[in-house]
Every structure is written in C-alpha cells, then in structure tokens.
T-cell receptor, first 108, second 114 residues
Framework: GQNIDQPTEMTATEGAIVQINCTYQ??????LFWYQQHAGEAPTFLSY????GLEEKGRFSSFLSRSKGYSYLLLKELQMKDSASYLC?????????FGAGTTVTVRA | NAGVTQTPKFRVLKTGQSMTLLCAQD?????MYWYRQDPGMGLRLIHY???????AKGEVPDGYNVSRLKKQNFLLGLESAAPSQTSVYFC?????????????FGDGTRLSIL
C-alpha cells in the first residue's frame, strides 16, 4: 500500500522561509516529486529527487532521505504568489501516488 | 502551446446519466492518466494508459471506463453517474515511465452529480 503524509496547512509571512515535510511508506519507490497547485488550477511540476540529498532550484529546494522515507520542500524568500497547495508524490514505475497536499498561506 | 486540454471544464449531471470526459495532449506522450481530486484526499489515480490501445486500472477504477484509441486522446466515461463521483477530474500525460519525467496536467473538469 501507499501511505504519504504531509501537514494539512502552514502559514508564513512574506519574505520568510517555510519547510514542508513529507513522509512516505510505499510498496515501491523510484523517486519523489513536488508539485505546486494554485486554487482552481492544475498541479505544476516543481522538483524531482531520486538520490539522497538536496536539490536547489532558485528559491525552492527539495531534500530526500530514502532510508528515512522522508522529504521536505523548502520555500525561501516567500512571496504572496507562493500561496498554494504543495503536493508530495512518490513514483513507482509510471504511477504517481500523492499525499493530500499542504496548503501554504503567505501573509503580508 | 496547448499541452494537455480537457473538455468540458464544468458539468452538472443527474444521478444515472452518462457522460464522457475528453483529454487531448499535443506533446506526443506515451503515458496518460486520469485522476480525481477530492478535499482532504489528494489526487487518486482512476485509470491510466501506457500507450495507444492500452488501458489499466488505478487506485479507484470502479464506476469508470476509459479508452485510448488514438495516442493523443484519453477518454474517461461514467456509464451511470452517482453523487459519490462528484469531484474534480484531472488528466495528465508524461513522456516516459515517470521516473524522472514529470506528469503534465490539464486544467481539470469540475463535475457535480445531483
């Protein structure tokens, strides 16, 4: 079975840093994706981790520890437009299993 | 630069009615997927296809059927709609077996069953 957990909601101030954790217990693992989804819109790709360690992409970074079944997405220098849901997804072959998503609200 | 296009965007059905949701992609992707998204539950895979003429069941296939007669199109059918199928439906496609190729999503179909 697939069990992917992430916090439901987080709130942070503009310009701050927020870390969204994701823990997983899955029957197979090829890699882990993070997607961003604004309200009423489609999910869009943010990052992909297959090896342990940190992947940095501008203001966004994603970390993976396969032995711990753990990942986090780090959002730096928060902007109002970063208010969205962030979805953690584990890939097993060509199928994705998603967590329920974390809604991040950025306050001025 | 269309990407993944879903039609219709909104639909209201009565219980027992049937309908088909259409997904079209112009990226020549082999792999296509149908998900449903419900509050607090995340995206759940309904059916998927690994190429033209193939389909397979996902996590929540009951009450749905699919067809992939052409590589660029993936159809999701509801034969007899039920209120439990009220949801937002997303179609997605990817180039290769998902390992490092992200799925590209359409804008969704918001379906209400009364």
């Amino acid at each position: 079975g697939q069990n992917i957990d992430q916090p439901t909601e987080m709130t942070a101030t503009e310009g701050a840093i927020v870390q969204i954790n994701c823990t997983y217990q899955t029957s197979g693992f090829n890699g882990l994706f993070w997607y961003q989804q604004h309200a009423g819109e489609a999910p869009t790709f943010l990052s992909y981790n297959v090896l342990d360690g940190l992947e940095e992409k501008g203001r966004f970074s994603s970390f993976l520890s396969r032995s711990k079944g753990y990942s986090y997405l780090l959002l730096k220098e928060l902007q109002m437009k970063d208010s969205a849901s962030y979805l953690c997804a584990v890939t097993n072959d060509y199928k994705l299993s998603f967590g329920a998503g974390t809604t991040v609200t950025v306050r001025a | 630069n269309a990407g993944v296009t879903q039609t219709p965007k909104f639909r209201v059905l009565k219980t027992g009615q049937s309908m088909t949701l259409l997904c079209a992609q112009d990226m020549n992707h082999e792999y296509m997927y149908w998900y449903r998204q419900d509050p607090g539950m995340g995206l759940r895979l309904i059916h998927y296809s690994v190429g033209e003429g193939t389909t397979a069941k996902g996590e929540v296939p009951d009450g749905y059927n699919v067809s992939r007669l052409k590589k660029q199109n993936f159809l999701l059918g509801l034969e007899s709609a039920a209120p439990s199928q009220t949801s937002v439906y997303f179609c997605a496609s990817s180039y290769s077996p998902g390992r490092d190729q992200p799925q590209h999503f359409g804008d969704g179909t918001r379906l209400s069953i009364l």
